[in-house]
């Protein structure tokens, strides 16, 4: 019914209008990815942490998924489903609505007003516009009008997330004689990134604690104990990978997997960083993968990035929550202290406790997602580095991909192999639970 | 005659040249033929991004190799062949490096120093080299003088032709031998992926690591090892020199080290070897150490030095430039990885008594001058004040925020190649930072005076290392900088037509003909100048083998004595001015360095056992600026509390001291010889405290004394009952806690008196913050003792940041008034009227006043305040004109206060605070400004609009000198002190007689640690004794060890009949001082 008004609409501007025949406007997926990438692409220049860049994938992709289930009988809305979100408001009465393109309206102002650089989305953003505004113009306008009141709707939620809150809560302090607590690691001895995450209101799972993982083996560098065997075990592979050079196919993992948003390299007075995408943005990149290699349609390109994101941006919250509980120290700072005072590990150590690992638990978390969009089994072809000069791995399923990406954080030697199994079944088991509760599609 | 000479000639020369400035005039390469460019060819293999030190430059070299009068130059260059000039007189030199053979056959030259190495008469050169990475070949080389304007390559010989990679050298006799020994300056490439432990410095490393070579007959032998010498992987050695620091007749080393590593104090202890002492006598160092030089600028004896670092004064430069390290990162590296305090800017240390020094560079106004390479110090106008010469400059800003963060990613990360990175573009992309080189001039009282761009033209130029020398022999001083990429910059000084001069060489022996190490001390009209001769200066560099001082108008010196570098001396007598003096040894007599500045019996010595007062206080970890991350200052390290009083009624006087957060007050009771910790319950109970300020006395006049605590810490807030104060009633030797009115606030001082003469105490209860809510006011409160309880007196109202109050009469009127100091408010005079306080005196002095005490310090019968406020020794900056301003608002809206902090600059005021500072609480800002540069420079309006500053509390300050109120008949004027007193904070006075000479002094303490590591560390006061307004001695003349400890209280206690000192600090172990008086 709303599609037949609206053609409807076009078909009285098609008479009226005497200048230019208005045109449909086709948006594709293609079109949604491109916006993705991106916001991807700013993330990177601005610098974002991995949580707060979970959080920047998540609101923009529920906004457009909204407004997609408004017109698509298939999707469901996750008002109600996830916490504190109201239903969006309906398009004005009358108004004719490109709904792809209201979403796609949607998605980029609400990632301009996540990431700091928005010229950079505008430029996008606005070459978008006139293309859509020549087109048709009466249709653009009221599509846009109905995007950015979904954006506003959605920006409201979000602001009501603790996010602003977190901002100004205090620093992890390091300050402490406990030698198991984390310190800053070379080279850069950056203070430990977002230690309230824990306290940003979570989208599906019930809090941030639900999935509260077994506590690490217990502290002890006495030769023998459980811990000690770990921290020998990280020294030991990475020698043992070191050995053998950087074509190994354990550094070609770890570095693959990298996924660090900020390395930074100092020689003398001269600095810089090289910058890549976060592991939440990696399997963003994966889920576009799988929509392309599924043909999927727009609204279904957008069920699967929302649902992807959702897990992503829960399993940080779940995960930075018991990183800053048993606030574990890394692996470089043992192994140098205590048994090698010039090893690296062959990953920069990032700038937080150890324990669990995020990689892990996002890739559990996301892998789950995934699946239970596309299916188990689902072999696709990871050609998300390449930008980084990090060659395509193939994989069998999305499972295997988050197994692998698990076991980079050991071969990295930034991760003790508890923080690595433990925390891909914390993320899977958080997949599991976000894929059961939110009710998305039917039939 | 001569003077007549040069006087008619300058008019002459002033046609033949315009370029220059007012002192300084740079003559035409092409006149004088010193076309020396140090040319940088950087190519894929070799740049700024293959050898970090690519922009450090050359070295040049002023002395006279043929004996003719005039000085020479040597030049060296990296890329490029060395040059040597020969001086022709008239300002004139003709190039012999290709005949001379000294053009030199490695890769990478750096510093060059000149000695007479054989000692044949003639001046030799030694070269330094860079060898053996990014392709480097070669060796140092050694050019012995043939006594014809010719030279050979003989390091071998020598055993001086090092394959390393040297910066620079020096040649000293440490031995006192006769012969010149060498130091030779090595630097690190350790690409600094981690600190690693200090102790990588005791690793010795043939590449890297420091050398001291000893001569023996001619060989050079390597004897660090055994000699003390650090020569470790990370010593990155761009600074060196030589002075007999200490002045026991040995010389000393100081070697300033790049990046982390701490520099090197070595100490020669007289027996070949020398013991490295930097965290001794050191609060802190520059970070980024480059060139240095000594000289004693305060004209009392001894050698002062100056360091230099990388602070940018340019507003845009220095907010897109990284800074300091946060304080996390900061304690890190002290407390885990054994480094000394270290922070970026340049740093004047002057020269104690005690061995201490005293750093004042942002006081003295020479903190921040860029990129800076060579300091010299050199009486340039000839007034009789040392004056300094900074060069300056890097063709690329590496430590650019924008370059970091966001240009090196998208440009350089394509051409990531595993590690190795080579990208043009890349490094067109950095900023450059062609500074202008600074000269200032020295005044009096530790103060220079900004003379760029009127001594000197300004300038656009890459200068590094610098000599000086009087080339064109008119008695004063010139300079000549080595260039990147431009002809050497000769700086021909007109000051002999200003003031008079001396100038003095020496003949000393055989081995060491131009008496390296000699030390000349000029006395004259009462005053006294000091100068020692090395000529390694500045940075890769060396100058002419001379003494100059200037005398401004004095005619005649009084005398000189000159301690030659055997230990023996001799003086001259009644020595006119403006000649040149040529000294050798003649009826030299052994000179005792005992006796060269006399030491009285100090008035204070530590009591070895404390008289059992091992009070030890430990600050808890707390850190406000991981709370509150834009605060100026700290306010969680204001204790310990400490008061005295009978406690067990036995006549003698006990101790109480305050705990920190989580750790009991402590309480000492006097026995017969001793203090004896002892423990009451009631109060250990309430350790959960901090306790800052307390009184012991008796509340309920039951002739027990009983106790009365305020509390603080910053960290408790809201309603927490750990922000009360405490009240402890004394019956039958036990304490129980009493009931007081509740105000949750970080209070300050605790003040009893009888203010409404009911014959019961009363008790002010000073207001300091709230915490979590730097700048709004806290309150503070009279609390009115209603037979021993204790209820708010309504008609006393006072907010601000109070931090010292005291009781006393100001107006002589008979009654007692109230007078109240604090932070950015002006002291409050308040007087009792019954039911409630009026203010009287309105003073517009807003400090950030810590401490006031009455004292007729002017003798005039009346009662002065004394007023201790932060110094002028910090980056905070206050005048009337331009007050230091605090705006306090919720910026962002987030229901969270923020506080930033304001300076003016140029007449506009800017955040004290990094982007990354204001972001890491507003995050806004980077939304806001996407890179560094568009906010660097931003002024507070643009940053945050006019509507939003003006609807913040805005707090001012407009002095920030400690200084007195002098009573002018009941009227007071603020009277600042004199710059040693200006520091750091002045946290606490006692009055009393110390020195027993029957007047009342006052002893000031002071130190403050609380502060991000952009400020440093307010470390270098080493207290004072007050007789009188012009008479005040510092501590460290008088046996105080105050220097580096934060005092925050100081009173006497009598035990035995021996009146004792005890000075209390914060996060130290308390010290008791016999007075010997």
């Not at chain 2, 650090?230 to 040995?250: E, K, M, W």
């Not at chain 2, 507070?940 to 300050?957: A, I």
Request: aromatic share 12%; charged share 25%.
């Amino acid at each position: 019914m709303k599609e037949r008004l609206s053609l409807l609409a076009i078909l009285l501007m098609v008479f009226t209008s005497c200048k230019k025949e208005p045109e449909q406007i086709v948006i594709t997926s293609e079109e949604y990815h491109k916006s993705v990438d991106k916001v991807i692409e700013v993330m990177i220049h601005d610098i974002f942490s991995p949580p707060v860049a979970s959080r920047i994938f998540a609101y923009p992709n529920i906004a457009a998924y909204e407004i997609i289930a408004k017109k698509n009988d298939h999707y469901k809305s996750l008002a109600g489903q996830v916490h504190d979100l109201t239903p969006i408001p309906d398009p004005k009465a009358g108004d004719s609505i490109n709904f792809e393109l209201a979403a796609l309206v949607a998605h980029m102002d609400l990632s301009k007003k996540l990431i700091f650089s928005e010229d950079r989305i505008e430029s996008f953003r606005d070459s978008l516009y006139s293309i859509w505004a020549n087109k048709n113009e009466t249709l653009f306008n009221a599509s846009k009008a109905y995007g950015l009141e979904v954006a506003n709707h959605i920006a409201a939620w979000m602001d009501k997330d603790n996010y602003k809150q977190t901002r100004t809560m205090p620093k992890f302090s390091v300050n402490s004689e406990e030698p198991s607590r984390w310190q800053p690691t070379p080279p850069a001895y950056m203070n430990g990134l977002e230690p309230h995450w824990s306290k940003i209101r979570p989208f599906a799972i019930d809090s941030a604690d639900q999935f509260k993982p077994a506590p690490p083996p217990e502290f002890s560098m006495e030769e023998g104990s459980d811990f000690y065997k770990e921290v020998r075990e990280v020294y030991e592979i990475g020698k043992d990978i070191s050995s053998r050079g950087d074509e190994s196919e354990e550094v070609a993992i770890a570095k693959f997997w990298d996924c660090n948003p900020y390395v930074s390299v100092t020689r003398g007075h001269l600095m810089f960083a090289t910058k890549k995408i976060t592991p939440g943005a990696h399997w963003i990149g994966i889920t576009k993968i799988a929509c392309r290699k599924d043909n999927a349609d727009m609204a279904k390109t957008i069920y699967a990035y929302t649902k992807a994101s959702i897990a992503i941006a829960d399993g940080f919250i779940s995960c930075w929550d018991e990183k800053y509980r048993s606030n574990l120290i890394r692996p470089e700072t043992l192994i140098n202290e205590h048994f090698d005072d010039s090893w690296e590990p062959i990953l920069q150590t990032p700038p937080f406790p150890e324990y669990t690992s995020g990689h892990s638990v996002v890739s559990g978390a996301a892998s789950t997602a995934l699946t239970d969009v596309f299916g188990d089994n689902f072999a696709f072809d990871d050609d998300t580095e390449i930008p980084f000069g990090l060659p395509v791995r193939s994989f069998k399923s999305f499972k295997e991909a988050a197994d692998e990406a698990a076991i980079s954080r050991m071969y990295g030697g930034i991760h003790y192999r508890a923080a690595v199994e433990v925390g891909v079944t914390q993320g899977r088991d958080l997949g599991a639970f976000i894929v059961n509760k939110l009710d998305m599609t039917k039939g | 005659m001569n003077k007549l000479l040069v006087i008619l000639l300058v008019p002459i020369f002033l046609v033949g040249c315009k370029k220059g400035g007012d002192l300084f005039e740079n003559p035409d390469p092409n006149k004088t033929g010193i076309t020396f460019t140090n040319t940088l060819t950087p190519s894929d293999d070799l740049s700024i991004l293959d050898y970090l030190y690519f922009y450090n430059g050359g070295g040049v070299s002023i002395g006279d190799i043929n004996n003719d009068g005039l000085p020479d130059i040597f030049f060296t260059g990296n890329q490029v062949k060395n040059k040597l000039y020969l001086n022709k007189g008239h300002l004139t030199f003709e190039d012999i490096s290709s005949s001379a053979g000294i053009e030199g056959n490695s890769s990478w030259n750096t510093g060059v120093t000149m000695a007479d190495v054989n000692g044949d008469g003639f001046m030799d050169i030694y070269v330094c080299a860079v060898v053996g990475i990014n392709g480097f070949n070669g060796f140092n080389e050694l050019y012995i003088n043939n006594g014809d304007n010719t030279f050979t390559e003989s390091a071998a010989q020598y055993g001086l032709d090092f394959d390393s990679y040297s910066s620079n050298a020096s040649f000293f006799d440490y031995d006192l031998d006769g012969d010149l020994d060498l130091y030779l300056l090595n630097h690190a490439v350790h690409t600094q992926n981690s600190f690693g432990r200090f102790d990588l410095r005791f690793e010795r490393r043939y590449e890297t690591g420091d050398k001291l070579l000893r001569n023996d007959n001619g060989k050079f032998v390597d004897v660090s090892e055994e000699a003390g010498i650090y020569g470790g992987v990370n010593g990155y050695g761009l600074g060196l020199a030589i002075a007999d620091f200490n002045q026991d007749g040995y010389p000393d080393i100081y070697v300033g080290n790049d990046f982390h590593e701490d520099d090197y104090y070595y100490l020669n202890n007289g027996d070949g070897t020398f013991t490295e002492s930097l965290k001794k006598y050191f609060g802190h160092t520059s970070r980024f150490s480059m060139g240095n030089d000594v000289a004693d600028i305060n004209n009392d004896g001894r050698p002062d030095f100056l360091s230099l670092d990388m602070l940018p004064e340019d507003e845009v430069a220095l907010k897109s430039s990284e800074g300091d390290d946060n304080i996390q990162t900061q304690k890190l590296r002290v407390d885990r990885y054994g480094y000394h305090y270290q922070f970026t800017r340049n740093m004047l240390y002057v020269n104690q008594p005690d061995g201490n020094y005293m750093e004042t560079a942002l006081m003295s106004g020479i903190a921040a001058t860029d990129w800076s390479w060579s300091a010299l110090f050199g009486d340039y106008d000839q007034d009789g004040m040392q004056d300094i010469f900074i060069s300056n400059g890097i063709p690329k800003r590496p430590n650019d925020l924008d370059f970091i963060n966001f240009v090196s990613n998208d440009q350089i990360q394509k051409k990531l190649d595993n590690t190795k990175l080579v990208d043009q573009e890349a490094l067109n992309l950095m900023p450059s930072g062609n500074v202008h080189n600074y000269i200032f001039k020295g005044t009096e009282d530790l103060m220079f005076q900004d003379m760029s761009n009127k001594w000197i033209a300004n300038d656009t130029l890459i200068s590094g290392a610098t000599a000086m020398g009087d080339l064109d022999n008119d008695g004063d001083l010139d300079l000549v900088t080595s260039n990147i990429n431009h002809p050497a910059s000769l700086y021909i000084n007109k000051a002999s037509n200003k003031g008079n001069y001396l100038k003095i060489k020496f003949k000393f022996t055989k081995k060491n003909t131009f008496g390296i190490g000699t030390k000349v001390f000029s006395y004259q009209n009462g005053g006294l100048q000091f100068k020692e001769l090395f000529p390694t200066r500045g940075f890769q560099a060396s100058s002419e083998p001379l003494i100059h001082f200037g005398y401004g108008n004095i005619q005649h010196v009084d005398s000189i004595k000159i301690i030659w570098p055997n230990k023996t001396f001799q003086v001259i007598k009644n020595v006119p001015v403006n000649q040149t003096l040529t000294v050798q040894p003649e009826n030299a007599k052994p000179f005792n360095y005992k006796s060269l500045h006399k030491k009285g019996k100090p008035l204070f010595t530590p009591v070895p056992n404390n008289l059992g007062f091992d009070f030890t206080h430990v600050e808890d970890n707390y850190t406000d600026f991981n709370r509150e991350k834009l605060i100026p200052y700290q306010v969680s390290d204001r204790g310990p509390a400490f008061a005295m009083g009978d406690i067990n009624g036995d006549g003698k006087e006990d101790l109480f001291l305050g705990g920190s957060k989580f750790i009991p007050s402590q309480i000492y009771l006097q026995q017969d010889s001793s203090f004896v910790a002892s423990r009451f319950d009631a109060i250990s109970k309430d350790s959960i405290k901090e306790t800052i300020s307390a009184v012991i006395a008796d509340f309920n006049n039951d002739r027990r004394n009983d106790l009365f605590t305020s509390s603080g810490g910053g960290d408790f807030f809201g309603e927490s009952e750990a922000l009360l104060e405490a009240y402890y009633l004394q019956t039958d030797s036990t304490f129980s806690a009493m009931e007081l009115p509740k105000f949750f606030q970080n209070s300050s001082v605790v003040r009893p008196f009888d203010f409404d003469g009911d014959g019961d105490l009363d008790v002010f209860v000073g207001g300091h913050t709230i915490t979590s809510k730097f700048g709004a006011p806290a309150t503070s409160h009279l609390l009115e003792n209603d037979h021993g309880m204790f209820r708010i007196f309504k008609g006393f109202t006072v907010k601000g940041m109070v931090t010292d109050a005291v009781w006393d009469d100001f107006d002589g009127d008979g009654h007692t008034d109230l007078i109240l100091v604090g932070e950015w408010m002006s002291p409050k005079f308040l007087k009792y009227q019954g039911d409630s306080f009026a203010e009287s005196n309105p003073l517009d002095v807003k400090g950030l006043w810590q401490s006031i005490k009455p004292f007729d310090i002017d003798g005039d019968g009346d009662t002065d305040y004394l007023l201790g406020n932060w110094g002028t020794n910090s980056k905070f900056k206050a005048s009337k004109k331009y007050p230091l301003k605090l705006f306090f608002n919720d910026f962002d809206g987030n229901g969270q206060t923020e506080t930033v902090t304001a300076l003016e600059k140029n007449g506009k005021y800017y955040p004290l605070e990094s982007l990354d500072g204001l972001a890491s609480q507003l995050v806004f800002l980077k939304k806001k400004y996407n890179t560094y540069r568009e906010f660097a420079g931003k002024t507070m309006e643009e940053l945050f609009g006019s509507e939003l500053l003006d609807n913040s509390t805005l707090l001012e300050v407009n002095t920030l000198e400690s200084g007195f109120l002098r009573n002018d008949n009941g009227k007071f004027n603020f009277i600042p002190f004199g710059s040693a007193m200006q520091v750091s904070p002045l946290t606490v006075f006692a009055t009393g007689d110390f020195d027993g000479d029957g007047q009342t002094e006052a002893l000031a303490g002071g130190n403050f640690f609380g502060i991000k590591p952009y400020h440093g560390r307010l470390d270098s006061f080493p207290g004072a004794l007050l007789n009188s307004e012009n008479d005040i001695i510092l501590g460290n003349e008088l046996g105080l060890d105050f220097t580096k400890k934060s005092v925050r209280h100081l009173g006497t206690v009598t035990l035995n009949g021996q009146v004792y000192l005890l000075a209390i600090f914060n996060n130290d172990k308390a010290q008791v001082y016999k007075i010997n008086n």
